[in-house]
């Protein structure tokens, strides 16, 4: 009764199973197939019970299924295996399919087989989904995707064969510009003419894929010297700094190359990759256009900023950073006519360190708004006493980077902190670099007029080391014009800087805007300055970055003639 009820429930299967059935006996002779075979394949049961499974399909014989089933004649077997086959039944049914052969026993005795017919796709389709799997859909490239496969092999290879391979990791030079000016079909374009000129350029054993986006990384295959590496490095980057026309357009990029090497660098993929990235970004960070091998040096860098990442948020948790001020002194007027607040990270075993030191990793894992806010914070309650003792409104300078000025949170943040301290707008006023205005044009102008509309005065800081267009400044609300030190610092040795500084205070006053003279650092400079009618000047000759205290004290004791 039992056995009976088994084998209604393993009929019942048979039948609606989807998978495409047919069950051989031990003579290989067709037994049943199952309606999924019937329906799928257009042939009747009627059609194939009891041929010889050899009439419906020819078995390929694969590589190490020799042993299972020698020349088709031994074909059932007591072991499960697979191989191609195609159907001779039906010219109308050309396919090629994997069956996959299931042994049926019966008192342990080997009676027949289940056969599952398993589809394979055309040749021309397989093609195709292995490109879609492996091409870059843009520049037909190996995609990330194959290229991981490609350096794991390569690592595999060399391991092997005790050899050397370089990963370069390439970056273009300022492809967002273009690719914001000619819109995305254009970028696209481009970076397809620029896959197309590294594919030539570079060794046929080498490998070249597109990551995504910009970026494009090469196995440069069994590298024997470094000087072989660094002519064909050379010869991409000039490949891909020519121009290239686009339609009525031309334009042209440059790229930065970061060189990682197996095994000096790394012996995974992982770190290969990464140290190759590191390299790119310093070499960019060099100008651009250029390479850059990663190195030890490279790596203890790498090692000091993470240190000093971290270190960072310490200081930001335990209020490491505080604000140091410095004078801007009126000689028209013998007067305090401003105060700019420096940031000084108080180091618990550096000491005291300046901007240079830090700024750079801070703008990188960003935090130059917690530490601003930090240091404002102080500042501005300072601030608030000083006006007190000096019984004026004296402006505080606060210097914003490029992307803090641009930034919404930027304005909250300011106009908060003056609320919390009980200061008006104008208690401030803001810095903002040459280089700013060079980068951002017509931008810059609506920002400018944004903040003087809200009541903040604006001061352009160093000025002559950018190439700001005049006639962006002309338009710019900016209320006062920093000459940069470095032009200030040579004027008593160099003819050069003297004509600049000279140029620099003319522009200004045809501007109707008054000009700064920072790091004013001898009597002789400041006889020039007076000379050529620049009045306000701030600088080690009157006073140095101080702390608060400090700053207080001077403030006590303040008299334009007693500083001298």
């Known amino acids: 009764m039992q056995k009976t009820k088994d084998l209604s429930v393993y009929s019942a299967a048979f039948s609606v199973l989807s998978e495409p059935i047919l069950v051989v006996d031990n003579q290989r002779n067709v037994v049943a197939v199952n309606p999924a075979f019937c329906n799928h394949y257009g042939i009747s049961e009627q059609a194939v019970s009891g041929i010889s499974l050899f009439q419906l399909v020819k078995i390929d014989i694969l590589e190490g299924e020799k042993d299972v089933c020698n020349a088709q004649g031994s074909l059932l077997h007591a072991s499960n295996w697979c ?10 049914l050309p396919l090629i399919v994997t069956l996959s052969y299931d042994p049926i026993f019966h008192q342990n005795h080997l009676i027949g087989a289940a056969i599952r017919f398993i589809e394979q796709p055309s040749i021309a389709h397989s093609e195709s989904l292995h490109d879609m799997a492996y091409r870059d859909e843009l520049t037909g490239l190996a995609n990330r995707a194959l290229f991981n496969q490609l350096l794991e092999h390569e690592i595999s290879q060399s391991l092997r064969d005790k050899k050397r391979f370089a990963l370069l990791f390439i970056d273009l030079d300022k492809f967002k510009e273009v690719n914001d000016s000619l819109g995305h079909d254009g970028g696209d374009s481009l970076l397809c003419v620029l896959a197309d000129r590294m594919r030539k350029t570079l060794r046929k054993s080498d490998v070249v894929a597109r990551l995504g986006g910009d970026e494009f990384v090469v196995i440069m295959h069994d590298v024997k010297d470094s000087d072989t590496m660094a002519n064909v490095v050379e010869k991409v980057i000039r490949q891909v700094k020519k121009p290239v026309s686009l339609g009525h357009q031309t334009v042209q990029v440059g790229c930065s190359v970061g060189i990682s090497i197996f095994p000096d660098n790394g012996v995974d993929a992982q770190r290969l990759m990464h140290h190759a990235d590191v390299a790119m970004y310093r070499a960019k960070h060099q100008g651009g256009a250029n390479y850059y091998y990663f190195s030890d040096e490279l790596n203890k860098e790498l090692k000091n900023a993470r240190l000093m990442e971290m270190e960072l948020r310490q200081a930001l948790t335990e209020k490491q950073f505080v604000p140091y001020f410095q004078p801007l002194l009126d000689h028209r007027t013998q007067s305090l006519v401003g105060i700019e607040c420096l940031t000084r990270w108080h180091h618990p075993d550096k000491g005291i360190l300046e901007p240079v030191a830090f700024l750079p990793i801070a703008k990188r894992i960003g935090l130059m708004s917690n530490i601003m806010e930090q240091v404002l914070e102080t500042a501005f309650g300072h601030l608030r006493e000083w006006h007190k003792t000096l019984q004026s409104l004296v402006p505080l300078s606060v210097n914003l980077t490029s992307k803090q000025f641009y930034q919404s949170n930027t304005f909250d943040l300011l106009s908060n902190l003056l609320a919390r301290h009980a200061l008006p707008k104008d208690a401030i006023c803001i810095e903002v670099t040459e280089s700013t205005l060079q980068d951002n044009g017509d931008n810059l102008v609506n920002k400018i007029k944004e903040w003087d509309a809200a009541g903040f005065s604006i001061t352009l800081d160093d000025f002559g080391t950018g190439y700001s267009s005049l006639r962006y400044l002309q338009h710019c609300s900016v209320n006062l ?84």
Do not use: W
């Open 83 to 92: 191989s191609q086959a195609k159907f001779i039944k039906d010219a109308m």
């Open 481 to 564: 014009l920093k000459i940069d030190r470095s032009f200030v610092r040579n004027i008593d040795v160099n003819p050069h800087d003297r004509v600049i500084v000279q140029a620099i205070i003319q522009l200004a006053h045809t501007l109707g805007i008054e000009a700064i003279a920072e790091g004013v650092e001898t009597q002789s400079q400041q006889a020039f300055l007076l000379d050529n009618q620049c009045y306000v000047m701030q600088g080690h000759l009157y006073s140095p970055a101080v702390t608060a205290n400090a700053f207080t004290e001077y403030l006590d004791t303040f008299t334009l003639k007693a500083v001298l």
